[in-house]
């Protein structure tokens, strides 16, 4: 079945960018999502991005879709002790529920 | 616009008692609705889905069962909760049709 791979952990220093890496195995992906998840709470829909694009750019985040490789990546420019929290990338191609990886837990260093 | 609630938002229940977690949608109709688990902060694991009243996908199997008594209620359930049992449930729901997921608060089990 689909397998989504994340790094567990990344730390950056304030004002820095960030980048939170993903890789997915079923090449028939649809959809590839990002979500944010803070201590103790549901997860929250950052972005997606449809599997025939490129790149999608929304305010601080950019996400980058490399399709021949199955790797995608969500940058956040500027990053905030605010953005500190888990980031969960997930996959669907349409048939079954979302694949989610195990999650990449950002700290950011004041 | 839509929300999702989860309750309680916190439980502690000594090992061999019952569970049930509750939750509910409001502002949309029919929707697929979800329910995973989180252990030790990390990860997810899908345990049931529902794509109607009635209507409901085991993707573990294990101590657990869910049920959908009504279009926009999905109910999470043991009769004896065991140590494992112990996590983060989440709920999440989406339009029919549809992929994106839309996550509840989360209940946080503690079995003793």
């Known amino acids: 079945g689909e397998d989504v791979e994340q790094s567990l952990f990344l730390s950056v220093r304030e004002g820095d960018s960030s980048v939170i890496n993903c890789t997915y195995t079923?090449?028939?992906?649809?959809?590839l999502y990002w979500y944010k998840q803070e201590p103790g709470a549901g997860l929250q829909l950052l972005t997606y991005?449809?599997?025939?694009?490129d790149m999608k750019q929304d305010q601080r985040l950019t996400v980058l879709l490399n399709k021949k490789d199955k790797h995608l990546s969500l940058r956040i420019a500027d990053t905030q002790t605010g953005d500190s929290a888990i980031y969960f990338c997930?996959?669907?191609?349409?048939?079954?529920?979302?694949?989610f990886g195990k999650g990449t837990r950002l700290s950011v260093i004041a | 616009s839509q929300t999702i609630h989860q309750w309680p938002a916190t439980l502690v229940q000594p090992v061999g008692s019952p569970l049930s977690l509750e939750c509910t949608v409001e502002?949309?109709?029919?929707?697929?609705l979800y329910w995973y688990r989180q252990a030790a902060g990390r990860g997810l694991q899908l345990l049931f889905y529902?794509?109607?009243?009635?209507?409901i996908s085991s993707e573990v199997p294990q101590n657990l069962s869910a049920s959908r008594p009504q279009d926009r209620q999905f109910i999470l359930s043991s009769k004896k909760l065991l140590l494992s049992d112990s996590g983060f449930y989440l709920c999440?729901?989406?339009?029919?049709?549809?992929?994106?997921?839309?996550f509840g608060p989360g209940t946080r089990l503690t079995v003793l």
């Open positions: 997930a996959s669907t191609s349409g048939n079954t529920p979302l694949v």
């Open positions: 999440a729901w989406s339009v029919q049709g549809t992929d994106t997921q839309y």
């Open positions: 502002g949309t109709s029919n929707p697929n």
């Open positions: 991005i449809f599997s025939n694009m």
């Open positions: 529902s794509v109607g009243i009635g209507q």
């Open positions: 079923d090449s028939s992906s649809t959809y």
